[in-house]
């Protein structure tokens, strides 16, 4: 039974049958929602991932209706075709959706491509319907600390305007953490209320711990007597890969140490590049694996790695942090002490913390993970726990039924 004949509507241009982050959350999300709304998807064809797969322009998929609309499907990972892109995918969503979104309509729009939300604010005020935006990534913050522009610069200065000015524009606004909440609030002074935090999740009842000595790639890999370091997941302008190099460097004489990078993204070029360039025998690095190859590919490893950018906190939150804690694997994050990476790591006892450029510290603290097995596998099983206990699917999903049905009509 539908609740009411009101429409969601889910603007972005990530969606099924796009893997990348926040690709799948997404997907679940709208297909949990389906039993009570009508539940209508506006995206592109795949872009990350999945590009190069053309999917239907028109299907019904879970009790959802997807449109994907027509737009350029460039390499993201050169920024003039990433730019493009933007552009082109969020016109072609905002025309599209003009043309159906109805008075008393709720749009839940995503953050990125980030003239996307803009565009969705616009359609709301046209059509009187009332608009949800979802933040993954803040911005002018995440350009500054990806390099792409200064803090001072005149871009920096138009995006911290502008943002505050969609903030406010909007109805409500999902964040993904309490540094983030932080930070959104700063730009909408006196309308903090208006923010709602609802954290991603981890797929525990399909990723979970995993006998080592069973390990499909490891034993591939010829690593099953090794210690080791895993990085999984997006290789971005934000990620702090260069502290886990110059750590790799540094415990090169310590043959029973293995690092394995298994991803993709802006920096995987760069990554390859030093792999080459300094001869490290003791690093792996593999192309992304798919979904299904996640529960043994996550269970590869004694320590898992999520690294950042410093300056990062507030900005973005590693939603893979969850699908780790999941596998039941310690984490070493890298990252402010203040941000929700941190936080989760502290407050469930899952690993440890380690802020960015300290890669002696980074060492350190795998030697010392190498030496004490025991509260490896301990804060391993504080993390799975804890995935259990408050970061499930159901959990979000009924946090976003509550924030659509209290929408103020």
């Known amino acids: 039974m539908r609740k009411n004949v009101t ?16 690709s799948p959350f997404l997907t679940r999300i709208a297909e949990g929602l389906a039993p009570h709304w009508r539940v209508q998807v506006v995206c592109s064809q795949p872009t990350y991932a999945a590009r190069g797969i053309r999917a239907a322009k028109r299907e019904e998929r879970h009790g959802v209706y997807i449109r994907r609309v027509t737009s350029t ?4 990972d050169v920024i003039i075709y990433r ?5 082109t995918i969020s016109l072609s969503i905002f025309f599209v959706s003009l043309r159906h979104v109805r008075r008393g309509d709720i749009v839940l729009v995503m953050s990125n491509p980030p003239l996307l939300p803009f565009l969705a604010v616009v359609l709301c005020r046209l059509r009187g319907a009332k608009s949800i935006l979802m933040i993954q990534d803040v911005y002018p913050e995440i350009l500054i600390c990806a390099g792409i522009t200064g803090p001072d610069s005149i871009l920096a200065r138009f995006g911290y305007w502008a943002t505050r000015k969609l903030y406010r524009s909007c109805d409500s606004l999902v964040v993904l953490g309490r540094d983030m909440a932080n930070l959104a609030a700063q730009k909408i002074e006196g309308l903090s209320g208006k923010i709602k ?16 000595d069973e390990n499909s790639l490891l034993q591939q890999l010829q690593l099953a007597d090794h210690f080791v370091v895993q990085y999984s997941g997006n290789m971005g302008r934000t990620h702090g890969l260069e502290d886990l190099i110059q750590a790799a460097r540094k415990l090169v004489s310590s043959p029973e140490i293995h690092f394995l990078f298994i991803g993709s993204g802006a920096k995987r070029r760069w990554l390859e590049k030093k792999i080459r360039e300094s001869e490290l025998k003791n690093l792996t ?4 694996r798919s979904r299904q190859d996640l529960p043994d590919s996550l269970n590869a490893c004694d320590l898992a790695v999520v690294a950042l950018s410093p300056g990062m906190s507030g900005v973005s939150v590693p939603s893979r942090m969850y699908n780790i804690m999941a596998a039941g694997k310690p984490i070493l994050g890298v990252a402010d002490v203040d941000s929700e990476l941190s936080l989760v790591i502290a407050e469930d006892d899952s690993g440890w913390v380690v802020p960015p450029g300290q890669p002696d510290n980074i060492v350190a603290t795998i030697l010392y993970a190498l030496s ?10 504080n993390g799975r726990q804890a995935v259990e206990r408050k970061y499930s699917f159901e959990q979000a999903l009924a946090a976003y039924e509550q924030l659509i049905e209290e929408l103020p009509q």
């Open 285 to 288: 690095i593999l192309p992304p």
């Open 372 to 381: 004490h097995p025991g509260e490896c596998r301990m804060k391993g099983l």
């Open 73 to 76: 499907t460039l390499d993201k």
């Open 197 to 212: 935090i609802i954290t991603n999740w981890g797929d525990w009842d399909y990723i979970s711990p995993r006998d080592r």
């Open 83 to 87: 730019i493009i892109n933007f552009v």
């Open 7 to 22: 429409k969601v509507w889910i603007l972005s241009e990530l969606y099924f049958p796009e893997q990348t982050v926040p």
